[in-house]
C-alpha cells in the first residue's frame, strides 16, 4: 500500500470513527484546523522506529503549529505482544529525551486488546485502527482540553458502552471499509 493510501486510510479512520463516534471529544478541533501531522514510517524494526519516533517528538518541539502527531508504522509491530512491548521503549524514550511530562504517546492497533478482554470484544475498537500506530500528544494541550471537558472521566465508559452496542461485527466492517478508500478518488 502506498503513503497516500496508509494516510488517507488513517485519515479517513480518524474522521469516521475517532471523530464521528465521538471517541475523542478533542479530535475534531485539531483535525479541522489541519494541525495533525500524519507520518508513515517505513521502519522495518524496533530501532529504526525508535529513531523515527525520536524525529517526530524533536519536530514536535520545534513545530508549535503541529498540535499532534500520528505516526503511523505499517511496516514493523504487527504483531500486538510485540507492539505493546514496544510501548515501554517509546516511553523510555520519553524519558531519554527528558521530554516525559511535555508529550504523551497513546497507542492504537489495528488488533488493539485491552487487558482483561476477549480479543474480539467489541470494547478493543476503541483503540483499534487500520495500522500499528502512535499518536504523540502534547501535555500541556491535552491537561488544558482536559479541564475544559465536563466528564472527562465518563468519556472511556461512554465509548466502550458505544462499541458494545454498535459491536465487533460492525466495527470490524467500518474498520475494513477505511482500508476500501481511495486517496485518488475518495471511493
Not at 84 to 106: C, K, P, R, S, W
Not at 123 to 146: D, G, K, Q, V, W
Not at 161 to 178: F, H, I, Q
Amino acid at each position: 500500500m502506498s503513503e497516500g493510501s496508509v494516510v488517507h486510510a488513517t485519515r479517513k479512520w480518524v474522521e469516521d470513527v475517532v471523530v464521528g463516534y465521538n471517541l475523542c471529544p478533542f479530535a475534531k478541533r485539531e483535525l479541522v484546523r489541519d494541525r495533525v501531522r500524519f507520518v508513515v514510517s517505513e521502519a522495518g524494526n524496533e530501532d529504526s522506529l525508535l529513531q523515527v519516533l525520536q524525529t517526530e517528538l524533536l519536530r514536535l518541539d520545534d513545530e508549535p503549529e503541529t498540535e499532534t502527531t500520528l505516526l503511523i508504522h505499517p511496516h514493523v509491530m504487527q504483531d500486538f505482544a510485540d507492539y505493546n512491548e514496544f510501548l515501554d521503549a517509546a516511553d523510555g524514550l520519553l524519558t531519554y529525551l527528558d521530554m516525559e511530562g511535555v508529550y504523551q504517546i497513546a497507542s492504537f492497533h489495528p488488533d488493539y486488546q485491552f487487558a482483561d478482554t476477549e480479543p474480539d470484544a467489541a470494547e478493543n475498537y476503541t483503540n483499534r485502527s487500520p495500522f500499528p500506530m502512535l499518536h504523540l500528544l502534547r501535555e500541556a494541550s491535552l491537561e488544558a482540553a482536559i479541564d475544559s471537558h465536563p466528564d472527562v472521566d465518563g468519556i472511556p465508559r461512554r465509548n466502550i458502552e458505544l462499541m458494545n452496542k454498535l459491536g465487533a461485527e460492525k466495527m470490524r466492517t467500518v474498520l475494513t471499509d477505511c482500508l476500501k478508500v481511495s486517496p485518488v478518488t475518495g471511493e
